[in-house]
């Protein structure tokens, strides 16, 4: 069986992220920390997700936005800018998976990460437009309206 046929673990049918839960995630997560303060760059109301989402779970439409390492793929990228899309989020089990996009839909990325408590996501990025880009991940649930998010060299952040 090629691995065209091979089941995916993720609900979007996409390509999985490779190993989630590799020694460079569990090295980052033991290191990076995200407070979920007011004070956090992902605190001020930024997103434009429709009102699909159901009030109480983090399941459904986000907004996102990403900064830190530049996107290769995007000619004259900078590393400090926001590149914002639209997200979705799907639990299964005790993983949670948020497929996103930026660049105007072009471009789309992959979370696949483990609940760790109510609030915590430890996992890895997968950039799917140039799937050998993957980062490590962590994000904190804020609430039903906020994750705030953190790879190596930046932020990944989802808003509602």
Same mark, same amino acid.
């Given at each position: 069986m090629n691995s065209e046929n091979q089941a995916k673990r993720n609900p979007f049918g996409v390509?999985? !992220? *490779?190993? *989630?839960? +590799? $020694?460079? !995630? #569990?090295? &980052? #997560? =033991?290191s990076a920390t995200l407070e979920g303060s007011a004070e956090d760059v992902n605190a001020a109301s930024w997103g434009t997700a429709d009102g699909t989402s159901r009030s109480g779970t983090i399941e459904g439409h986000w907004s996102s936005r990403w900064n830190g390492g530049a996107d290769p793929t995007i000619a004259c990228d900078s590393a400090d800018k926001w590149k914002q899309g639209q997200g979705e989020a799907r639990m299964v089990a005790d993983r949670?998976?948020?497929? &996103? +996009?930026?660049?105007? =839909? #072009?471009? @789309? =990325?992959?979370?696949? $990460? @483990?609940?760790? =408590? *109510?609030?915590r996501l430890v996992g890895k990025y997968i950039n799917l437009t140039s799937p050998a880009i993957t980062r490590p991940w962590i994000g904190r649930i804020v609430d039903d309206r906020r994750i705030d998010g953190r790879f190596p060299e930046g932020r990944l952040d989802f808003r509602r």
């Open positions: 390509m999985d !992220v *490779p190993d *989630p839960n +590799d $020694a460079d !995630v #569990a090295q &980052f #997560a =033991g949670v998976y948020l497929y &996103f +996009d930026w660049d105007s =839909g #072009a471009r @789309k =990325g992959l979370i696949d $990460a @483990k609940r760790q =408590g *109510p609030q």
